[in-house]
């Protein structure tokens, strides 16, 4: 089963994949925690990336593409996949279209979380993010068992450089101007589906199974 979750930032794209993932077995492919994780150690391509992301732009295209393309083409991803956080821009949708097209593969479903911008701010400023192992907390929704500790790994719990209010405003208006127009490009695809976002995270999950089925 492969999977594209899109949504705005901090619609719960991360949460969603996370539970799909484990689920169904498949692994969870994020971008961002790709970026992250080069970012903590220190490599070249981490360097680069953070210059985009702390100030809420894009990466580019040509820094992002050939890593999700390779990392699909990975054994543990032969029977499928949940991409969080890829693709966020047409140009990089069609790359991967063009590359599942020369292996016959398609997406088989597109997951569109929606949650107004009114929602968003709340939920960007109360995330808390272990950089160790890519789990994500809320103070309020989701809290871990022990303040400003992951659960996962027990490693200590960030608020994210770029989930401060100033860098959510120009994030959400990259998502309207480069990622919403994802969600034709899938529905041209017959492949997007839509969730009610603002639902708890297990509701929310429950929507997901019930479209994903078994
Ligand atoms: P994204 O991956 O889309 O950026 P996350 O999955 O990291 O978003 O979720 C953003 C924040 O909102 C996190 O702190 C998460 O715990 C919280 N969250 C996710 N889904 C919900 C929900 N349905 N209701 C309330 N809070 C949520
Ligand atoms: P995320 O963890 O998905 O919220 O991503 C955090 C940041 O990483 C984004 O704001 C971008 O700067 C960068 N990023 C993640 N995925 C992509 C992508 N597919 N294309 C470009 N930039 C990305």
């Given at each position: 089963m492969k999977i594209v979750m899109l949504g705005a930032p901090g619609a719960g794209k991360g949460t969603q994949a996370?539970?799909?993932?484990?689920?169904?077995?498949?692994?969870?492919i994020s971008t961002g925690d790709i970026f992250r994780a080069n970012i903590k150690n220190g490599t070249e391509l981490g360097r680069k990336a953070k210059e985009y992301m702390d100030k809420g732009l894009l990466v580019p295209d040509e820094l992002t593409c050939d890593l999700v393309v390779d990392r699909i083409s990975q054994p543990d991803a032969e029977k499928g996949y949940v991409l969080d956080g890829f693709p966020r821009t047409i140009p990089q949708a069609e790359a991967l279209t063009?590359?599942?097209?020369?292996?016959?593969?398609?997406?088989?479903?597109?997951?569109?979380?929606?949650?107004?911008?009114?929602?968003?701010?709340?939920?960007?400023?109360?995330?808390?993010?272990?950089?160790?192992?890519?789990?994500?907390?809320?103070?309020?929704?989701?809290?871990?068992?022990?303040?400003?500790?992951?659960?996962?790994?027990?490693?200590?719990?960030?608020?994210?450089?770029?989930d401060k209010p100033e860098t959510v405003a120009n994030r959400l208006s990259v998502y309207h101007e480069q990622?919403?127009?994802?969600?034709?490009?899938?529905?041209?695809?017959?492949?997007?589906?839509?969730?009610?976002?603002?639902?708890?995270?297990?509701?929310?999950?429950?929507?997901?199974r019930e479209i994903l089925g078994a």
């Amino acid at each position: 089963m492969k999977i594209v979750m899109l949504g705005a930032p901090g619609a719960g794209k991360g949460t969603q994949a996370k539970q799909i993932a484990d689920t169904y077995g498949i692994p969870h492919i994020s971008t961002g925690d790709i970026f992250r994780a080069n970012i903590k150690n220190g490599t070249e391509l981490g360097r680069k990336a953070k210059e985009y992301m702390d100030k809420g732009l894009l990466v580019p295209d040509e820094l992002t593409c050939d890593l999700v393309v390779d990392r699909i083409s990975q054994p543990d991803a032969e029977k499928g996949y949940v991409l969080d956080g890829f693709p966020r821009t047409i140009p990089q949708a069609e790359a991967l279209t063009n590359a599942l097209e020369a292996r016959h593969e398609k997406i088989d479903y597109a997951i569109d979380i929606e949650v107004p911008d009114e929602n968003i701010i709340r939920r960007m400023s109360g995330r808390r993010a272990c950089l160790t192992c890519g789990a994500t907390f809320h103070t309020e929704f989701a809290p871990p068992k022990v303040e400003g500790v992951c659960d996962v790994c027990g490693d200590k719990l960030v608020l994210r450089e770029d989930d401060k209010p100033e860098t959510v405003a120009n994030r959400l208006s990259v998502y309207h101007e480069q990622t919403q127009p994802l969600i034709d490009y899938y529905t041209g695809k017959g492949v997007l589906v839509e969730v009610d976002g603002t639902l708890d995270i297990d509701v929310v999950f429950e929507k997901i199974r019930e479209i994903l089925g078994a």
